[in-house]
């Protein structure tokens, strides 16, 4: 099933004729097949987290602006803490954690209250209160996961994160809070870590998520944590802290916040293509023009768009548009397993914000168009014409996936003018 079917529509450019729409806000083609898992959380235009159906595309906003951000494309992640919507948590002084989370201190003084259990624009989290004169200036651990579940090596980059809010209180008595990612040893005991420092607000749950990534350094790495640390100036204290969906994942940065209950899930990577008839029959061998809107979360290396015949490969024939590197977008051209053009503008790529590429292809006649630019081109380029069955969308071959959005897809069975490309990628 895929949602969204209503009609979008975009002025025709003068004497070309209307593109076909393959993605719009509210439109999926009907030639797309898309596949699934049910493990795709997104917000949705109240700014409430939600968790997609098996096989639907969803259009996804942002919580803090409700800004739509488009369809997202994610690889495939697992969130390794095996607890993150507070089962067994019950409330009282001190009340049960979480299964699988603790709490640490070598302080005295302090009382420590389970409130309660909740959703907040659908993010599950706890409310935990602390209080009381602390012995002295010190730290305060809460743990989301037992220090030797989660197995990791020296080398490896993890992400961490999770939802946190000042649900009553006030921040006195504490300097800082810091969200860690932390490399353990065999025994459990740490040997290093990243963090990120945040200051809860009374703002929404769902706008104050906090997350960073480390890369483990140590040889004697045998597992990964997370948690967050208080620190505390020694005077007394009284908050009620609101944490939600704690997430750890094995990759360079946070994705999507993936519920468990009781043990890791895996959120698996979508594929999304139009092959066979459905490709055939609005793709003109002998000349086109894409227009692509996204935006990307990461400035990791990507395709947007694959167009080949996905057996042989897009290096035998094939036109892709793809992160070539952390700051630089390009298209690729290749027939008959000969590369026939790279174009890499000097506008630069930039992740968080919205991008507009436009590239057009014709033989002898290739023009790029990143944000609005003036067309890069190559004037001595031929074009595949023959091997091209299918487009991939927001990823290629089941890889190198996108990690963001895309908002708009289109295709124009003409190679426009420079200008023209300049002007849909403003």
């Known amino acids: 099933m895929i949602r969204h079917r209503r009609i979008f529509q975009r002025t025709p450019l003068s004497g070309v004729g209307s593109p076909t729409v ?13 596949t699934a898992d049910t493990n795709l959380t997104y917000f949705d235009s109240t700014g409430t987290l939600q968790t997609a159906g098996v096989n639907t595309m969803v259009l996804d906003y942002d919580p803090s602006t409700l800004a739509l951000r488009g369809y997202p494309f994610w690889e495939a992640r697992t969130n390794s803490i095996r607890n993150n919507t507070m089962q067994g948590a019950s ?18 003084g ?10 907040e624009s659908g993010v599950n989290y706890i409310d935990i209160q602390l209080s009381g004169t602390p012995s002295s200036a010190g730290t305060y651990f809460i743990n989301y996961e037992t220090t ?6 020296n080398g490896q980059t993890w992400s961490g994160g999770a939802f946190y809010k000042l649900a009553a209180g006030a921040l006195t008595g504490i300097s800082a809070f810091d969200h860690f990612v932390a490399e353990e040893n065999a025994g459990g005991s740490q040997l290093g870590g990243g963090s990120i420092t945040f200051t809860p607000t009374s703002s929404g749950l769902a706008i104050q998520r906090q997350s960073v990534a480390y890369t483990n350094v140590n040889a004697s790495t045998a597992f990964e944590g997370a948690f967050v640390r208080l620190t505390l100036t020694g005077v007394a204290i009284n ?9 750890l994942e094995l990759g360079a940065f946070a994705t999507p916040v993936i519920k468990t209950t009781n043990a890791a899930v895996t959120r698996a990577a979508p594929s999304c293509a139009i ?23 990461s400035t990791d290396l990507s395709k947007i768009i694959a167009i080949d015949n996905g057996s042989a490969g897009l290096t035998t024939n094939g036109i ?32 968080g914000i919205i991008q507009k590429y436009a590239v057009g292809f014709a033989t002898d006649s290739i023009g790029f168009s990143p944000n609005g630019a003036a067309a890069s081109t190559d004037a001595s380029a031929i074009i595949p014409s023959s091997g091209i069955t299918q487009m991939t969308i927001g990823n290629w071959a089941g890889g190198s996936f996108l990690n963001g959005w895309i908002n708009s897809l289109l295709y124009y069975p003409v190679r426009l003018p420079n ?8």
Do not use: E, H
């Not at 030797?148 to 090596?153: E, G, V």
């Not at 092959?275 to 979360?297: M, R």
């Not at 200008?419 to 403003?426: D, P, R, V």
């Open 22 to 34: 393959l993605l719009g806000p509210g439109f999926v083609n009907p030639g797309i097949t898309y």
């Open 239 to 247: 908050i009620t802290l609101r944490i939600g969906l704690p997430q």
């Open 275 to 297: 092959t066979g008839s459905a490709f055939s029959g609005f793709w003109n061998i002998a000349q086109g023009s894409l227009l692509v809107s996204i935006i990307k979360a």
């Open 110 to 119: 302090l009382t420590r209250t389970v409130v309660g259990t909740g959703t």
């Open 91 to 108: 409330a009282g002084t001190p009340g049960t954690m979480p299964t699988n989370w603790t709490t640490f201190t070598a302080l005295t």
């Open 320 to 351: 892709d548009i793809d992160i070539a590197t952390t700051t630089q977008v390009r298209t690729l051209g290749f027939a008959a397993s000969a590369a026939q053009w790279s174009i890499a503008p000097a506008t630069s790529f930039s992740a």
């Open 148 to 153: 030797t579940q989660i197995a990791a090596s």
């Open 419 to 426: 200008a023209s490309l300049q002007s849909l990628s403003t």
